[in-house]
């Protein structure tokens, strides 16, 4: 079968962590860009790049990054995002896409849009794809298959060049979805926002507790724990720059969360068995249907890999002789 025809000329990569690298992969994998130029802001990574060989050439400065290019994706922490497009601003070739990946839409719109000059299409983005891990290392050209990734162009946008992009994402084996960025954020919020805000709150009360020593925390994690701590995990810059820059509809939704969190107390106190069992019916059926529109494996424990039972030979009778 042969690859399909390629999407664009010249792709800019600013930052190259997980999910740059992860696209710099994927699109060397599809044939998505004739050529990748990759920058980052520290000379270690830019090294590294070069290393892997995940672009075609390696430069100093973002300005640098991005001339010549007819896309540009931002994949640094959002709040940085503002000073990057005001640099990059100046060097931008007409009728290039200008796209990021972050989590936050609403500031990154606000904060890009003012620095990006006419005849450039700003269409952001959000690949809803990562793992604990950051880095050019930590990335691999398979993150996005299957999974969403959300457009936000603001009111404007040239249709076609938002239809350009959602067909590179395709090509890297997204899904694609569009929506404002503000419905983007309230979204986000509940699905991953105040998700890893809970990890990062349990997680931290689990290492203060005066009564349970670090190595107990660490050698009797059952699976909830341990998953919230896979969570937990996550880049510290970009996980507060997130909340900060979706401050509003965090706290919306963590007010919410804990007026639920206030019922089951009392439902607890209450030795209310009915209350409990409905809502863990209720939110039992929203895990099967993650799995059944294949955002997650049906295997037991995530999937995860257990060793064989040993082979240690069985014990002799008691009262049996040598």
């Not at 969190?261 to 099967?288: M, N, Q, S, W, Y």
Request: charged fraction near 20%; proline fraction near 7%; aromatic fraction near 6%.
């Amino acid at each position: 079968m042969s690859k399909p025809a390629t999407l664009f000329n010249r792709v800019a990569l600013i930052g190259v962590g997980l999910i740059g690298s992860s696209i710099a992969r994927a699109v060397r994998a599809q044939g998505a860009a004739t050529s990748i130029v990759a920058t980052a802001r520290s000379a270690a990574t830019r090294r590294r790049v070069a290393e892997l060989g995940l672009a075609d050439q390696v430069v100093e400065s973002n300005a640098a990054a991005v001339e010549g290019a007819d896309l540009v994706i931002v994949s640094i922490p959002v709040g940085a995002c503002a000073a990057v497009a005001a640099e990059i601003g100046p060097h931008l070739a007409p009728g290039a896409i200008v796209s990021d990946v972050g989590s936050v839409k609403g500031a990154v719109v606000r904060d890009m849009a003012p620095h990006l000059p006419k005849g450039v299409h700003f269409v952001p983005a959000h690949p809803v794809a990562g793992t604990e891990y950051s880095g050019p290392d930590a990335g691999f050209a398979e993150l996005f298959v299957n999974r969403w990734c959300i457009l936000t162009p603001p009111a404007g946008t040239d249709p076609q060049a938002v239809d350009r992009l959602a067909a590179f994402w395709r090509l890297l084996g997204a899904n694609v979805d569009s929506m404002t960025p503000d419905h983007h954020d309230l979204v986000l919020a509940v699905t991953s926002h105040l998700p890893h805000l809970i990890a990062y709150t349990i997680v931290g009360t689990a290492d203060e507790l005066e009564a349970v020593t670090r190595s107990e925390v660490l050698k009797f994690s059952a699976g909830g724990f341990r998953d919230f701590t896979r969570i937990a995990a996550s880049d510290p810059t970009m996980w507060r720059d997130v909340f900060l820059a979706n401050k509003d509809a965090v706290l919306e939704m963590l007010g919410r969360f804990n007026e639920d969190v206030a019922a089951l107390t009392k439902a607890i106190r209450r030795g209310d068995g009915d209350a409990l069992f409905e809502h863990f019916t209720r939110t039992r059926a929203i895990r099967k249907g993650i799995v059944d529109i294949g955002q997650d494996s049906p295997a037991p424990d995530f999937g995860r890999p257990h060793p064989d039972l040993p082979h240690e030979p069985l014990p002799k009778p008691y009262g049996s002789e040598d």
